[in-house]
């Protein structure tokens, strides 16, 4: 199942949701694309994370420079997550969140853990 959201921070930020139909609570995978691409680059891949039992949300951030100042938005964003469980369904683990940057996506994972994003890890 695919939502569509649009979270408002202090940028507003496009996300694609992409949930699982396990019916207990999964974990969640974000992904942040990379220098000059956009989340649609990685449709598939989380379209497949959500196959395999795992709700993903694929956002777009700015896609040239700026890779600190999307990590400190990634950790915000995780924070958001926290407060905003009815997006799951209720069906998400929030002790299980996974980053997954791609290119200078993972410059902005790393950054997000570095500003303590309550994630597992990131990849």
Do not use: C
Request: glycine share 8%; net charge neutral; proline share 2%.
């Amino acid at each position: 199942m695919q939502k569509e959201y649009e979270i408002r921070l202090s940028i507003s930020i496009s996300t694609a949701l992409f949930l699982s139909t396990h019916g207990e609570k999964v974990p969640l995978v974000i992904i942040l694309h990379g220098f000059d691409s956009s989340n649609e680059d990685h449709t598939y891949q989380a379209v497949h994370l959500a196959s395999w039992g795992m709700h993903s949300l694929s956002l777009q951030l700015p896609n040239k420079g700026r890779w600190v100042s999307n990590g400190k938005t990634l950790a915000k964003i995780v924070q958001f997550i926290y407060r905003w469980l009815e997006m799951f369904d209720n069906h998400a683990d929030l002790s299980k969140i996974i980053l997954v940057g791609h290119s200078l996506g993972g410059v902005a994972a790393a950054v997000a853990l570095a500003e303590g994003a309550p994630a597992t890890g990131a990849i």
